[in-house]
Nanobody, 125 residues
Framework: QVQLVESGGGLVQAGGSLRLSCAAS????????MGWFRQAPGKEREFVAG????????YYEHSVKGRFTISRDDAKNTVYLQMNSLKPEDTAVYYC??????????????????WGQGTQVTVSS
């Protein structure tokens, strides 16, 4: 089992920044690829960013590329999502997820084995 706890969400004005953190406990963190997903009201949950278990590969959904950065610190068992130039359309509940599928990035939910409870990000215009 892997337990994931997100933090860092909040209310920010458009153009501002937030850094989300996801702390993992349980099994060896470095054996898992990590992903961030988000779900806006009335919409399906969507992939935002992912990082392979070695950290050598990252992948971003096209609307956040160049604005968001995913990183991991295996010594702290934590994955981060730095979000810059935030837009109102980034408003959503953000979830981190862990997948043991391999040293690359998958964008589809069913490949992720463990999920956090989510953290709310609200961007005001």
């Amino acid at each position: 089992q892997v337990q994931l706890v997100e933090s860092g969400g909040g209310l920010v004005q458009a153009g501002g920044s937030l850094r989300l953190s996801c702390a993992a406990s349980g099994r060896t963190f470095s054996n898992y690829a990590m992903g961030w997903f988000r779900q806006a009201p009335g919409k399906e949950r969507e992939f935002v960013a992912g990082i392979s278990w070695s950290g050598s590969t990252t992948y971003y959904e096209h609307s956040v590329k160049g604005r968001f950065t995913i990183s991991r610190d295996d010594a702290k068992n934590t994955v981060y999502l730095q979000m810059n130039s935030l837009k109102p359309e980034d408003t959503a509940v953000y979830y981190c997820a862990a997948g043991s599928y391999g040293d690359y990035v998958r964008t589809i939910e069913r490949y992720y084995d463990y999920w956090g409870q989510g953290t709310q990000v609200t961007v005001s215009s």
